[in-house]
């Protein structure tokens, strides 16, 4: 149920952002927000952002600059505590020049990140084209690992994830007629490169991304048609830098696909829409040495591991891994304009959509040991599933001051979403059959299942988005 709901706010924002604001000749916008999605005693997921922005014209030419906060956690406990953990503040900067029928931009951010693109298009922008390319080296995220024995030889395992992509994107639309259309196609290529670390995460991913739109304006409404898709091949490698060598512990192999679209209605003070997501994440263990899923003998140094040959860091874990995720959602929303005073209104809204969602993880993992007297291994196989149905409500308001002449023009914003469930199953299933042939039999552990449902910290925080902003024209 999260992955799906993480989803549709983040497009929703994008969708926000991307909206052209009439400020006038210099536009400003600050806004926060924050989601959060679970926050149970075992596993965690919320997010929280600040951003600013500004642009100024003269003539064919803009500048525009920003500045945004962003803090990402996920938390996931099961006899030890693995999270995930990305804190930034990132400085962006750029100019963009118009001409009859063309225009460039150019643009740097503190990533560190450098993006240019160029736009064809007619006099009345009625038919376009750009492309874009972009190169960076950011900071992913922070991994960390702990064992809940402080006694084990490998307690504790944090790493940053670096990347260095490269970025490629082509975008074609047209308008006539009350019509629009817009498609667009990105490619993402990852490098992956050491850095002399104790522990330290980097990946090797080509990436496809793909959208397409049209959007009809009638008299009085719009209705819109949006479909977005993804194309995954990830390798995420974990190493460690000892003894001026790199060597490998980890390595997670991901091939996953993403398809969302949605179907839009608005009138002036209501609208409808319907939106689905379906996500697919698939790992396949590969048997070559080297490539193990995890290896723990090789985080430690060889004269430690030549007194443990025969301890449990000799293990090696293979694993395959299948992840669904599917959601819909179905509602509208009414938003009543009030005029205050002669140039200040303000317009609530209230958005109610229901949604189902089913989601599944299954795991299969073999702990492979091999010892001076033979190999054994044991298969285990684990699975999650959630089925859920209910209500997303949300509230919002603006309040709006429009003035004529040189005066102030400002405008505050402000909305929250909570997940209502109505139904929830939980279900997770840990079965471990015989070993291999190698060793004697210790027969099956018989599956546990319990329904549980999520544990909740306080309706506020489980499923709660929150988004607060204010622009200004002078």
């Not at 965690?44 to 064919?60: I, M, P, Q, R, Y």
């Not at 962003?70 to 938390?75: C, E, Q």
């Not at 390319?133 to 402080?150: D, F, H, K, M, Q």
């Amino acid at each position: 149920m999260t992955a799906i709901f993480k989803s549709l706010y983040a497009i929703g924002l994008t969708s926000l952002l991307a909206t052209p604001l009439a400020y006038g000749e210099t536009k400003g916008l600050a806004h926060c927000g924050g989601l959060f999605l679970l926050d149970a005693d075992t596993k965690e997921l919320s997010g929280t952002f600040c951003n600013v922005a500004d642009t100024a014209h003269s003539g064919k030419y803009s500048v525009f600059a920003s500045f945004s906060h962003y803090r990402i956690d996920g938390l996931w406990k099961d006899g030890w505590e693995l999270s995930l953990s990305s804190n930034r503040t990132i400085g962006s900067a750029g100019i963009q020049a118009d001409f009859r029928n063309i225009t460039f931009s150019v643009a740097a951010s503190s990533l560190p990140a450098l993006k240019s693109s160029v736009t064809i298009h007619t006099a009345d922008s009625s038919l376009y084209a750009a492309a874009l390319v972009e190169r960076g080296a950011p900071e992913l995220a922070t991994i960390r690992w702990e064992s809940e024995n402080e006694n084990d030889e490998v307690h504790l395992i944090e790493g940053d994830w670096n990347s260095q992509y490269l970025r490629k994107g082509f975008t074609a639309g047209a308008r006539f007629a009350g019509n629009e259309l817009a498609a667009g196609l990105q490619h993402i290529g990852t490098t992956p490169y050491n850095a002399k670390r104790e522990y330290f995460i980097k990946d090797s991913s080509r990436i496809w991304l793909w959208n397409a739109q049209y959007a009809h304006h009638f008299e009085t409404s719009e209705l819109d048609f949006y479909y977005a898709g993804a194309s995954a091949d990830v390798n995420i490698f974990g190493n460690t830098w000892r003894d001026n060598s790199t060597k490998r512990f980890m390595f997670v192999p991901l091939d996953a696909s993403l398809h969302y679209g949605s179907v839009q209605w608005e009138k002036e003070t209501f609208g409808f829409d319907a939106r689905g997501i379906k996500a697919d994440i698939h790992m396949e263990r590969n048997k070559k040495r080297f490539f193990e899923t995890f290896a723990p003998n090789r985080l430690l140094p060889v004269s430690i591991m030549q007194t443990l040959s025969f301890s449990f860091l000799q293990k090696n874990f293979l694993v395959d891994a299948d992840v669904d995720l599917s959601a819909v959602m179905l509602g509208g929303h009414v938003n009543p304009q009030f005029e205050i005073t002669t140039h200040t209104k303000v317009s609530p809204r209230i958005d109610l959509h229901g949604y189902y969602t089913y989601d599944e993880i299954e795991v299969n993992r073999t702990s492979s040991t091999t010892s001076f007297i033979g190999y054994s291994a044991q298969n285990d196989s684990m699975s999650w599933m959630l089925e859920s149905y209910g209500l997303v409500a949300g509230l919002g308001i603006t309040l709006e001051r429009e003035t004529q002449g040189i005066l102030r023009n400002l405008s505050l914003f402000a909305s929250a979403a909570q997940i209502i469930p109505l139904k929830t199953d939980y279900t997770e299933r840990t079965e471990t059959p015989e070993r291999t042939p190698a060793t004697p039999p210790e027969g099956t552990t018989p599956a546990k299942n319990k329904n549980a449902g999520l544990e909740s910290g306080g309706i506020f925080r489980s499923g709660f988005a929150a988004h607060f902003g204010a622009s200004i024209r002078f």
